[in-house]
């Protein structure tokens, strides 16, 4: 880490550099963050969403509370230990948006107490990893798509909104070790329900029918083969439009398909994505392709990996027998809070009362909730006990894994009044050891 | 005050001190065995009956790191089959070819080893192997760097920067906390990211160099900065028929220098087609022997279904046009990429038969010192069936057993029925524990010698060398008591990571490397090399 202190401004106050931003699942390294006084006053390089995030670090802070009451961290840990160690299925739910190492305390933790843990993946890319279990998946890392990829194709995403500086690093403008001219070395082919700000730079556009991606990738997949499609028009689409995608494509010297949750959240989901890894596996007896989830939340990747290496599988997975189960729908946030399944619930980082369906929320309002989180949000409006922790990557150090699994260090850039999401899990378990094992 | 230990009356095997079964008290204070001490106060263990021995060493295994993830990921028909269950303070997970972490570690533990090595790290990815390390409790564990297909080496080697380029090769262990240099597939892993398949030490890349430039580069760093283990090296051409060329050309060229010769079992393969397939173990045998300074590993198959995983992505997508099975690939920016392919070995196959029976060839024709005990776990099986491998390693009868359910084609494609030496307690010692501590250079580990760790095996004595080592009856490390009457007994002790330092500093490397680092990576330089937070409980071996 390069710290640049300056005497001037005091011992607070620095420009830090290359700093890794919190926020989405490119894990931007290039960041310059200034502090001043123990505040961040200026932020460079970032993109909109993450230079806020910096510059917003103080606002809508979380409280300690119980109950609708101020308490102490030490009260609200304990209340927590209480809660979870007497439920019967407590649900651990959240993860991604902290660190590896706090990850690898919540497994540990829905272990202890024989509770359900899933994270935000099954409301996302949960279906990517079904397809993958199904399939394999032939990939790459980002600087591959830097480095090497001539085409490249966007399905189901909108980068410039959702993964703002993807364009820039790694996919689009970015000049590598083959595509010394950054965009003019590419052809971008971008497929979606409608246009974007993000299609609008394509070289091909096409635009497929909602719900209807599945027919163009068999589509597709049988004009690799030599099989002309009986009909005229698939999914919305031409099929000479698809034959001229399929020549973009067969042009590559190396392609890469990154697609988001227009496949995986829409009807089919995890056939979706089968399909399209099946294309791009099929792609490869005529030229180099990879294909890669635009993984949302800057840890998503770490929260999967974490649960695989410590239970085997990489979300919806349930203790109560003692050893790890997997189940998608059955141990799924979701799933479990709709059949009114859990007795408690503990969230960590991440913010499910705004963005579960209606029906398991209002679950949640009528059991004992305990959210772990730097910010104020709707969760920890609803919560019973409200634990506020320092931020990952502002106020906290900490590894995260980018949405292609390249692991980063994140910088504790600032200080923060409260311990970090690991510190306090790590209660937790010290506290629940005490309550059910006399550790 | 000291804390003593001693374990009385146990029959010693300290192969690397000349000792085979000898009735000895072994002394042990603060962890170290010491060659007499003062027995008052001492924790006193009667090993009467007993074989006591030095802890195993694992030489190649994949344990940790992005591409087993990957493979628990895809496979959870492989995890329901062996669950385990949490007892408190051991942790829950899953087993068979592709364990958990914590779990991992208990089934090393429960077969004597206390110290385990990863076989492949991409340098981009090493935080997430060391990640997983620290989620493997109790053991010693080190980490091997791969580097054959790395585009800044090959781009330093075209431009004949041969001093710049060693510099980089001392650096790149360096930064990311590796032991050993790991090559796989020389040349062959970037080739493929152009969509070509590349199978030679001496034709020119895409990069107009050859393999056998990249290799001798780095046989020579090693040997330069002094590493305590060799290149580590998985050649070109695995796994098909007529490999066994692949593996007499890698010990040609290279008989001069130290190297370790990985999962050797797999460059045993004669014939030019799959109907044609043979073992040519003697042939890979006969030429090693002449070369006491290579040293290999079995990478024995067993007839299971399991994972394979490998850098070698060329050979996994043809694996994968072979079977039809599921195929993972990643490439990764500059340096490497992984593999991963579900494949079951079945008797019925007499190729997968040939594979049983070269691995076996192989060890049974070379003194156990030069090659040691190893199923390239998950790929030839999984570690915790090494019991099955001993046992045919040590009875003919046993070996017979397996041949009689084999294709009947299988006789004159193989010579194994014609080898009858069956190896002993010592030997499987050697192979499992003395040999590779001695490859590997780790000083205190693999014998019972004064200064050793105290990482001791007792194992109970049993009617066969395979039932014997079948299951350690209690395992000492650093000392402490962590397996007792078979079961983990120790909860959540960290091992220590150990790594080396060649002394390669960032500031070493000049301007030309770092421009090609800003322009081929996509992290920043800084946030490439891995923080010393990661490196818990390390032991450096300086070796500038």
Redesign the interface.
Same mark, same amino acid.
């Given at each position: 880490?390069?710290l640049e202190t300056s005497a001037k401004r005091g011992v607070e106050s620095m420009k830090i550099?290359?700093v890794?931003c919190p926020f989405c699942g490119c894990l931007c390294?290039?960041i310059e963050v200034e502090v001043d006084n123990g505040k961040i006053v200026n932020v460079k390089k970032s993109c909109g969403v993450g230079r806020a995030l910096f510059l917003n670090h103080e606002k809508d802070l979380a409280e300690p509370v119980m109950y609708g009451k101020k308490a102490s961290i030490d009260d609200v840990v304990s209340e927590a230990v209480r809660v979870l160690s007497s439920a019967k299925h407590p649900l651990v739910y959240g993860l991604s948006s902290t660190s590896?190492e706090a990850q690898?305390k919540a497994v540990?933790l829905a272990?202890?107490i024989g509770g359900s843990i899933d994270q935000t993946s099954s409301v996302c890319h949960g279906p990517t990893?079904m397809a993958?279990?199904?399939?394999?998946?032939?990939?790459?890392?980002?600087?591959?798509a830097?480095?090497?990829a001539d085409v490249v194709v966007f399905w189901g995403s909108n980068p410039l909104e959702s993964h703002q500086r993807h364009y820039e690093?790694?996919s689009l403008f970015a000049?590598?070790?083959l595509i010394s001219h950054g965009r003019k070395d590419r052809k971008l082919v971008v497929v979606d329900v409608r246009d974007t700000v993000s299609s609008k730079l394509a070289n091909l556009f096409v635009q497929v029918e909602y719900g209807r991606d599945y027919d163009i990738f068999t589509a597709l997949r049988m004009l690799l083969k030599g099989i002309q499609p009986s009909e005229e028009f698939i999914g919305g689409v031409h099929v000479d439009k698809l034959k001229e995608m399929l020549d973009i494509m067969l042009s590559a010297?190396?392609g890469v398909i990154f697609f988001g949750m227009g496949l995986t959240m829409t009807g089919g989901k995890y056939h979706n994505v089968e399909a399209a890894i099946s294309l791009v596996?099929e792609l490869?007896?005529h030229?180099?392709w990879?294909i890669e989830a635009m993984r949302g939340h800057y840890n998503v990747k770490g929260a999967?990996?974490?649960l695989?290496?410590?239970?085997?599988?990489?979300f919806s997975v349930n203790?109560s027998?003692?050893?790890?189960?997997?189940m998608p729908g059955e141990f799924s946030a979701v799933g479990l809070l709709k059949r009114r399944e859990v007795d408690a619930m503990l969230v960590i980082a991440s913010d499910p009362a705004a963005t579960f369906p209606s029906a398991a929320v209002k679950s949640m309002m009528d059991i004992p909730v305990i959210a772990v989180d730097p910010k104020k949000s709707l969760t920890t409006e609803v919560a019973d006990v409200v634990i506020p922790v320092a931020q990952v990557g502002v106020s906290a150090?900490g590894?995260a894994?980018r949405m292609d699994?390249?692991?980063?260090?994140l910088k504790k850039v600032v200080n923060s009044p409260y311990p970090s999401d690991e510190e306090i899990i790590s209660l937790m378990i010290k506290g629940v050891e005490r309550v059910r094992?006399s550790? | 005050m000291a804390k003593k230990l001693v374990i009385k009356n146990g029959m010693v095997y300290d192969p690397a001190n000349g000792v085979e079964g000898e009735i000895r008290d072994i002394f042990v204070s603060d962890g170290k065995v010491v060659e007499s001490m003062d027995v008052k106060n001492a924790e006193v263990i009667d090993a009467t009956g007993m074989i006591v021995a030095p802890g195993n060493v694992e030489i190649h295994s994949h344990i940790?790191g992005?591409k087993?993830?990957?493979g628990?990921?895809?496979?959870?028909e492989d995890?329901i089959k062996d669950?385990?269950?949490?007892e408190?303070?051991l942790?829950?997970?899953?087993g068979f070819s592709?364990p958990?972490?914590?779990v991992t570690a208990y089934r090393y533990l429960l077969l004597g080893y206390t110290t385990l090595m990863e076989a492949a790290v991409p340098p981009?990815?090493?935080?997430?192997a060391l990640?997983?390390l620290e989620?493997m409790p109790i053991v010693d564990k080190g980490m091997y760097i791969l580097m054959g297909n790395n585009?800044i080496l090959f781009s330093l080697l075209k431009d004949k920067e041969h001093d710049m380029a060693k510099d980089f090769v001392g650096w790149l262990l360096r930064a990311t906390g590796g032991y050993a240099i790991k090559v796989v597939n020389p040349g062959g892993t970037d080739s493929?990211? #152009?969509?070509k398949i590349f199978n030679s030490l001496r034709d020119e890349t895409m990069w107009g160099i050859k393999p056998v430039e990249i290799l001798k580069l780095l046989v020579e760093s090693a040997e330069e900065f002094h590493l305590p283990h060799p290149v580590h090296l998985h050649t070109y051409n695995l796994g098909s028929p007529g490999s066994y060329r692949a593996a007499l050309d890698t010990i040609n060229a290279f008989g001069d220098y130290s190297l370790h010769l990985t999962h050797l079992q797999y460059y045993c393969y004669g014939g030019d087609g799959w109907p044609t397939f043979r073992s040519e173990a003697e042939k890979v045998a006969s030429e090693l022997r002449k070369h006491p300074n290579i040293t290999a590993d079995m990478g024995q198959v067993l007839f299971e279904d399991t994972t394979t995983m490998t850098a070698d992505t060329p050979w996994q997508?043809r694996l994968?046009?072979l079977t039809n099975n599921? #195929?993972?690939?990643?490439?990764?920016?500059?340096e490497v990429g992984a593999g991963?392919?579900p494949y079951k070995y079945k008797k019925s196959s007499v190729v997968n038969a040939v594979q049983w029976a070269a691995g076996l060839e192989l060890a049974l024709m070379l003194d156990p010192w030069q090659i040691f005990l190893t199923t390239d776990s998950p790929n030839g099986g999984p570690f915790f069936m090494y019991p099955e491998v001993v046992k045919w390693l040590t009875s003919e009868d046993a070996r017979r057993d397996v041949i009689k359910t084999l294709p009947s084609s299988f006789r004159k494609r193989t010579f194994l029925e014609g080898i009858h030496r069956e190896l002993s307690l010592s030997e499987i010692i050697i192979m499992m524990s003395a040999g590779p501590a001695k490859a590997l250079g780790l000083a205190n580990k693999g014998h019972l010698g004064a200064g050793a760790d105290a990482d001791i095996a007792i194992y109970k004595k049993r009617s066969s060398v395979a039932d014997t080592m079948g299951s350690v009856y209690m395992l000492f490390k650093d000392g402490e008591l962590v397996v007792d009457k078979g079961k983990v007994v120790s909860g959540e002790r960290l091992g220590r990571f150990v790594r080396v330092d060649t002394g390669v500093e960032d500031k070493m490397l000049d301007d030309k490397v770092m421009k090609m680092f800003s322009?081929?990576?996509?992290?920043?330089f800084?946030?490439y090399v891995v923080?010393d937070?990661y490196f818990k409980n390390e032991e450096v071996i300086r070796c500038e």
């Open positions: 880490m390069e550099e290359n890794v390294d290039d590896i690898r540990r272990e202890l990893t993958i279990q199904q399939s394999g998946i032939p990939t790459c890392t980002l600087g591959e830097k480095n090497r690093r790694y000049k590598g070790m010297r190396y596996r490869n007896a030229t180099r990879s999967g990996s974490v695989a290496w410590q239970t085997g599988f990489p203790f027998l003692g050893y790890p189960r997997y150090e590894t894994y699994g390249v692991p980063l260090r094992y550790g | 940790a992005p087993l993830t990957v628990r990921l895809l496979r959870p995890h669950v385990v269950k949490a408190y303070p942790r829950s997970g899953v592709i958990t972490t914590f981009l990815e090493a935080r997430h990640d997983e989620d585009n493929w990211k #152009w969509g997508y994968h046009t599921r #195929w993972v690939s990643t490439d990764v920016e500059v991963i392919v322009e081929y990576y996509s992290v920043n800084s946030n923080e937070v």
